[in-house]
């Protein structure tokens, strides 16, 4: 098959001309073996899921990490096995009204405001706190 360039959507080596991906975030290793936090902040369209995807596959296959990819976009829906799935990470927890509730603080800078189901017959909401 011959490859071509894609303008849209995560690209694959096997089928698009591409640099490769993590050449651009050179000091993500650092960071992760450091066990800190990062974002990856930049224009649309400029490769930041291909970087990630790219990064996810090499993490995985080292051994020495598992790499989960979680989607924390806003208007998102969330459907009931993704709650149970963030709950088990320890993201968030249930407080007492049986809302879920960002378990750091530090997550707040990264999980939106609040996320709803509909996937349920009852909606869950994220709150902040």
Not at 32 to 58: D, W
Not at 76 to 93: K, M, N, Y
Request: glycine letters at 6%; proline letters at 8%.
């Amino acid at each position: 098959m011959n490859r071509w360039f894609n303008v849209a959507g995560p690209c694959r080596p096997d089928i698009h001309y591409m640099l490769p991906p993590t050449d651009r975030i050179p000091e993500v290793m650092r960071l992760i073996h450091q066990q800190s936090y990062f974002v990856l902040h930049a224009p649309r369209q400029t490769g930041k899921t291909t970087a990630m995807l790219t990064l996810a596959q090499e993490l995985t296959s080292s051994g020495q990490w598992t790499a989960v990819l979680l989607s924390v976009e806003v208007g998102s829906a969330l459907p009931p096995d993704d709650i149970q799935f963030v709950l088990d990470l320890g993201l968030v927890r249930m407080d007492a009204t049986h809302g879920l509730v960002i378990a750091n603080p530090i997550y707040a800078a990264v999980i939106p405001r609040t996320w709803y189901t509909t996937s349920t017959a009852e909606n869950a909401e994220v709150r902040r706190g």
